[in-house]
């Protein structure tokens, strides 16, 4: 009897793959579920049997290799891998660009706005409402660039990826911190043309635009680096954002509270040279009138001392970039930054001893009539106070620069948070809404 093989048809070679894939899948998550003996390692860690359900959560996006001498985990070359993986994915975000458009569309909307609007003062006011408005803008968006690479890398599971391969607290905290530095810095490349405009219009020195752009640097550094330790402290993202944003707004408004808080304890009494006014009594006929006169007299009277607690306006960011601004020539247009600057370092100079104060309601007589007559006591008193603050403001002129000092104390702010930020990487925080746990293998004792 003659044997007959079956025949080779495409359902029998579609059923035996199947088989086969089935067999294979069964392998591998028993293979997968068996303990594995613990290994002796330098950071005293066991293999993980959780890592292939971790990879399939992850995103596709490239594992970094790990390290495997300690020596290289502390090196740049793993701060800059982390930060170029930061980047590739960030670039892919929808928040990126949409932080993107909006940086571009407020900065250079305001300067058309201040172009069209204001005229013969444009030269004036441009790199003013440039600098200010960019200002504004990293101080609500640097803060949410700062959260946004810790917390994706804790809700996606990245960040247990980054331990297990090797990288160390510090690395990843640095990594991140050149990831954000590296995005803010491009949006400081967008707005740099805007605010060189303003500069070359108002006739101002082009080196003193420096000067601006370090404040903008190095604010949107430190508030990146505010954003960054914020995300160790909170899983959510939305809520880590609006608790960053909030700590910046408690920078901004702090030193000013204070200042207005204890202005009044440096009050003190002097004896000042006061011009005040004195009643005179005649009689016109049968109806008697009250004059007043003036009178300079020698009187105590009370003033404050701004010159002693203005370092305390030092950490606040606009008064620091008033000070780094460029110097626009004097016109007759109010300029803010010029303003604030000013206001500023007339605080900073010592007041003049004794003061002179006047007191007296009366107007000061026409010019004409002052040539050939004496002036009178309130006008002496008029005069000296004008040369008081003719002096005043020059002696503010020649004060030192306040900015660089400012900009220390941001970047001491900058480097605490970073150091806060590495110490809360070294223990995981709470987990985040979704976010992937790897879970220990048993181990053999």
Request: some cysteine; aromatic content about 6%; glycine content about 4%.
């Amino acid at each position: 009897m003659k044997l007959r093989l079956p025949k080779r048809t495409k359902r029998t070679r579609e059923w035996r793959w199947t088989t086969d894939r089935r067999k294979a899948e069964k392998t591998q998550r028993k293979t997968q579920h068996t303990p594995k003996p613990a290994t002796t390692r330098s950071d005293n860690r066991t293999p993980h049997s959780g890592i292939a359900r971790l990879t399939d959560a992850l995103p596709r996006t490239p594992i970094p290799a790990p390290l495997n001498t300690p020596a290289r985990r502390h090196t740049l070359t793993a701060i800059t891998h982390i930060a170029a993986l930061e980047l590739r994915t960030t670039a892919r975000t929808r928040l990126t660009w949409t932080i993107t458009a909006t940086w571009t569309a407020l900065i250079y909307g305001f300067l058309l706005l201040a172009l069209a609007t204001t005229g013969t003062n444009a030269p004036t006011l441009l790199h003013s409402i440039t600098a200010t408005t960019t200002l504004i803008t990293t101080l609500i968006l640097a803060p949410i660039l700062g959260v946004t690479p810790l917390a994706r890398t804790r809700a996606t599971g990245l960040l247990d990826m980054f331990r297990l391969t090797g990288f160390t607290p510090r690395t990843i905290s640095w990594g991140t911190t050149l990831a954000t530095t590296t995005q803010y810095t491009l949006l400081l490349l967008i707005a740099t043309p805007a605010l060189a405009i303003g500069t070359l219009l108002g006739n101002a020195n082009p080196l003193d635009l420096a000067g601006t752009l370090l404040t903008l640097a190095v604010t949107g550094w430190t508030l990146t680096c505010l954003g960054s330790a914020t995300a160790t402290l909170i899983a959510h993202r939305a809520l880590a954002s609006f608790t960053a944003i909030t700590l910046t707004g408690a920078l901004i408004l702090t030193p000013v509270l204070l200042f207005s808080a204890l202005l009044p304890l440096t009050n003190e009494a002097t004896n000042a040279h006061v011009a005040t006014s004195t009643p005179l009594h005649t009689t016109n006929g049968h109806h008697p009138e009250q004059f007043i006169t003036c009178t300079v007299t020698n009187a105590t009277r009370h003033r404050n001392r701004p010159d002693h607690i203005w370092w305390l306006l030092l950490p606040q960011p606009f008064i620091t970039l008033a000070d780094a601004a460029p110097r626009i020539p004097h016109t007759f247009a109010f300029e803010p930054l010029t303003a604030l600057r000013t206001a500023i370092r007339t605080t900073r100079t010592t007041p003049p001893t004794p003061p002179t104060i006047d007191e007296c309601p009366l107007p000061s007589r026409p010019t004409e009539h002052t040539k050939n007559t004496p002036p009178t006591p309130t006008e002496k008193i008029r005069a000296t106070i004008t040369e008081q603050r003719r002096t005043t403001a020059q002696q503010a002129e020649k004060l030192t620069p306040h900015w660089p000092i400012s900009l220390a104390i941001w970047a001491l702010i900058g480097a605490t948070t970073t150091a806060y930020t590495t110490r809360r990487l070294k223990t995981p925080g709470p987990a985040a809404y979704g976010e992937h746990t790897i879970h220990h293998a048993p181990t053999n004792t």
